[in-house]
């Protein structure tokens, strides 16, 4: 059975253009209908839920001649890759001084350690939470248009490349923990400190989520 272009416009509550300005308000007005642009060889289609409001898929049906479905492809909203692009200039300013001529390797070494494993994890982060929901999102789509796919195996939260992942992240997260109670914290660094708990926080809780809510899942089969 072919999907036609009609058949996807129905996943589509609202129209709007695939704009950046578009995207931000989406963002801001927390408006969790499914939204779309619809074009003459293609249709956009976006959602975000309560719980990933910034760093959600854009979904591209590219048609055919004859209006019906032939590829989709995905990416990420333009308000995540500003936001991304903005952390990764933040991380830089963070580490290097005012002035270039004043910036010495050697002992700049710590920090430029302790920015980069921030980095890194933040990049994990956002790339498992973005790459989670496209797949939840384009499952959901699959069984509305009645599109049958070859059944993947599921990776397993306990598999050998999330034990690494994990084995790196949380003891990192605990460091950084300490590291705000026993020094941004005593040092009137409260910004710092609230957006640091606030981050490792959200990243413990989103990670443990997804692991028990895979788990329920799982044993509901």
Not at 143 to 148: A, N, P, T
Not at 179 to 186: N, R
Request: with cysteine; charged share 25%.
């Amino acid at each position: 059975m072919e999907v036609t272009k009609k058949d996807i416009e129905k996943l589509i509550r609202l129209r709007k253009k695939d704009t950046f300005l578009n995207h931000l308000w989406n963002v801001f007005s927390r408006d969790l209908r499914q939204k779309g642009e619809i074009g003459r060889n293609e249709i956009k289609v976006w959602r975000q839920n309560m719980w990933n409001t910034t760093f959600y898929p854009v979904f591209t049906f590219e048609l055919n001649a004859n209006n019906h479905l032939v590829n989709i492809t995905s990416k990420l909203n333009p308000v995540g890759k500003s936001l991304i692009g903005i952390f990764i200039v933040g991380f830089l300013y963070a580490i290097f001084p005012k002035n270039p001529l004043e910036f010495d390797l050697f002992e700049s070494w710590p920090i430029i350690v302790v920015i980069s494993v921030f980095a890194i994890i933040f990049t994990l982060f956002w790339r498992m939470i973005y790459r989670f929901e496209r797949q939840n999102q384009l499952d959901e789509m699959f069984e509305f248009l009645d599109i049958e796919v070859e059944e993947q195996k599921p990776e397993k939260e306990w598999s050998l490349k999330r034990i690494l992942i994990r084995l790196f992240t949380y003891p990192f997260c605990l460091f950084l923990i300490g590291l705000t109670l026993f020094t941004a914290i005593p040092n009137g660094q409260y910004g710092l400190a609230i957006g640091t708990l606030g981050f490792v926080g959200f990243y413990l809780v989103t990670d443990l989520k997804m692991i028990f809510r895979k788990k329920t899942t799982g044993n509901n089969v």
